[in-house]
């Protein structure tokens, strides 16, 4: 099993839909856990750090629960902008562990 | 500023040669990372550097040879690697090892 697990997609949606991502992770001694976008041929940019509380940023939403181990992140209003490849990392020991990355499209 | 540089953005090498890869970043942060991505996958840890010593060395080959100058340059010596070794080397650092990685634009690299 992998210690981070996202399905790799693609997400088709058109704009304006709302979509949602999850990520499971197997090291409950996982201490921090992000978001990150990656567009074809670039580096990853951090979308946002993900906390139990929640945390909210325009239109994504990312949520933390510790007890089933997955994080999520919601995108409301899809624009084109937003295609990209979404990366899920976990960090625990100075080791931060990414998924697969789910691959989102977003058309007119 | 939360910019990280690398150098160079493209590199092409024969099996034999003797190359470098640099990294810098200036924003105080006291860890720093080497990954290594194929296309269509996640960046893979290859080392971190935790306030200039090596903490983490995921059983990458010896052909690769890390070096943390001071607390803001990462280098990764390269020698006699192999055509699989070709991927994108991205750099990233953090402040403490637990929170954000930044991430460098990364050095493209193929090897023939």
């Known amino acids: 099993r992998k210690e981070v697990e996202q399905d790799p997609g693609p997400f088709n949606v058109p704009e304006g839909a709302t979509v949602a991502f999850n990520c499971t992770y197997s090291?409950?001694?996982?201490?921090?856990f992000f978001w990150y976008r990656q567009d074809c041929r670039k580096e990853p940019k951090l979308l946002m750090s993900?906390?139990?509380s929640g945390n909210e940023d325009g239109r994504f939403t990312a949520q933390l629960n510790r007890a089933s181990q997955y994080i999520s992140l919601l995108i409301r209003d899809s624009k084109l902008s937003d295609s990209a490849t979404y990366l899920c990392?976990?960090?625990?020991?100075?080791?931060?562990?990414f998924g697969a990355g789910t691959r989102l499209f977003v058309k007119a | 500023d939360t910019e990280v540089t690398q150098t160079p953005k493209h590199l092409v090498m024969g099996m034999t040669n003797k190359k470098s890869l640099k990294c810098e970043q200036h924003?105080?942060?006291?860890?720093m990372y080497w990954y290594k991505q194929k296309a269509k996958k996640p960046p893979e840890l290859m080392f971190v550097?935790?306030?200039?010593?090596?903490?983490i060395n995921e059983s990458v080959p010896s052909r690769f040879s890390p070096e943390c100058p001071n607390s803001s340059l990462l280098n990764l010596h390269l020698h006699a690697l192999q055509p699989e070794d070709s991927a994108l080397y991205l750099c990233?650092?953090?402040?403490?090892?637990?929170?954000?990685?930044?991430f460098g634009p990364g050095t493209r690299l193929l090897v023939l």
């Open positions: 924003m105080g942060h006291r860890a």
């Open positions: 990233a650092s953090s402040q403490d090892g637990m929170g954000t990685q930044y």
């Open positions: 993900v906390y139990s």
């Open positions: 550097y935790s306030y200039e010593k090596l903490s």
């Open positions: 990392g976990s960090t625990g020991g100075f080791k931060t562990i």
């Open positions: 090291n409950s001694a996982s201490q921090s």
